[in-house]
């Protein structure tokens, strides 16, 4: 790494005035998103050593195993992003309702609501493949002054101000936005500092590479199962490769920078898709659509959804702008 990069604070000192809303906050929220990445780094980086792997005993509201790492993940964000007395709200997909940030005023003067997945893909840390953390942030719409309220959080993906994720992979990065295009930074973890990496990233308007985990694929729907044989289909730019991390930012990552979809369909096992709204889907096809990918549920834009409750699941396709629109067709074609 070039210390010759910027660090991630100054990009984000230098970007400042791009924030409309800024007087330092979203420094601030981004600066503890980072403190707080580093930390749970650290803990995934040394997994196998200490006694933080495994099952904490206990599942989440989504009644999925909650891993050591995940409740220790979760713990470390919420705490970063409260003492940093920068938030109203937090919802994480490890808590079962949003916990209202009452600030260090007591009256509530805080703009900013964030939804997290602190550890994404935690089924995979035991097996030393890469997991993520993804964050999503609004700008809360009831008065403030006032506690939060469940409106805050259940906003339109399009009205997101910034959303990022963290890959703790075979380097660590940070990858977000705040509107203004999509920008990586990686930890050099000798010195504990991000640099930008990968500046202004976008994913190829095409690409040749699918992820959708094909153990489902007897349930999934017409249209899907006819857009996965299409990639199959030996012809001049076909068969595509397959390639399924099963950690989300992992996939969505290596999708952005070389092309490809990633499909998380319903099924008869998942009725409404895996994957959830608020945490990981919107958060992604904000991500997506800056880099001038798109992101749906088949037939609709994923930030125009209207959520109707903090844990809700819908159906995800995401990536190369082309190959949504393809497998969109199909979905058309066979619904
Ligand atoms: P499956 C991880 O639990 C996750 O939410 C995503 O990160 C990942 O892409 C997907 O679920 C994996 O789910 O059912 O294929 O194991």
């Given at each position: 790494m070039s210390f010759k990069n910027k660090t991630l604070g100054e990009f984000i000192n230098e970007n400042q005035h791009a924030f409309k809303y800024t007087t330092g906050e979203l420094s601030s929220l981004i600066n503890s998103i980072r403190l707080a990445a580093k930390v749970v780094n650290h803990e995934v980086n040394q997994a196998g050593l200490v006694d933080i792997t495994g099952a904490a005993g206990d599942t989440?509201?989504?009644g999925e195993d909650q891993q050591k790492l995940d409740v220790y993940a979760n713990d470390i964000f919420i705490r970063t992003l409260i003492n940093r007395n920068i938030v109203c709200g937090i919802t994480s997909?490890?808590?079962?309702?949003?916990?209202v940030v009452n600030s260090q005023d007591e009256n509530h003067q805080n703009k900013y609501v964030v939804l997290i997945d602190p550890l994404d893909g935690s089924s995979n840390i035991d097996v030393n493949v890469s997991v993520g953390t993804i964050f999503s942030v609004y700008r809360r719409i009831t008065p403030i002054g006032t506690p939060v309220t469940m409106d805050d959080f259940l906003q339109e993906g399009r009205h997101q101000v910034a959303a990022g994720y963290v890959i703790y992979g075979t380097s660590t990065m940070l990858v977000y936005t705040t509107g203004h295009g999509v920008n990586g930074f990686t930890l050099n973890?000798?010195?504990?500092?991000?640099?930008?990496s990968h500046p202004d990233m976008e994913f190829p308007e095409d690409g040749n590479i699918y992820s959708v985990n094909e153990g489902n694929y007897l349930e999934f729907p017409e249209g899907i199962k006819k857009y996965i044989k299409y990639c199959q289909k030996l012809e001049e730019d076909r068969p595509y490769t397959s390639r399924y991390i099963g950690s989300l930012a992992s996939d969505f990552h290596r999708n952005m920078i070389k092309g490809g979809i990633y499909m998380y369909p319903k099924s008869t096992k998942n009725p409404k898709g895996k994957l959830r709204l608020l945490y990981e889907c919107n958060p992604m096809a904000f991500i997506a659509e800056q880099a001038k990918g798109k992101a749906s549920d088949g037939y609709t834009r994923i930030?125009?959804?209207k959520p109707t409750e903090l844990h809700q699941r819908v159906p995800f396709i995401c990536g190369s702008k082309n190959m949504v629109e393809k497998a969109e067709e199909f979905m058309k074609e066979f619904s």
């Open positions: 989440n509201i989504q997909e490890e808590e079962d309702d949003f916990i973890p000798a010195i504990g500092t991000f640099y930008l930030l125009d959804i």
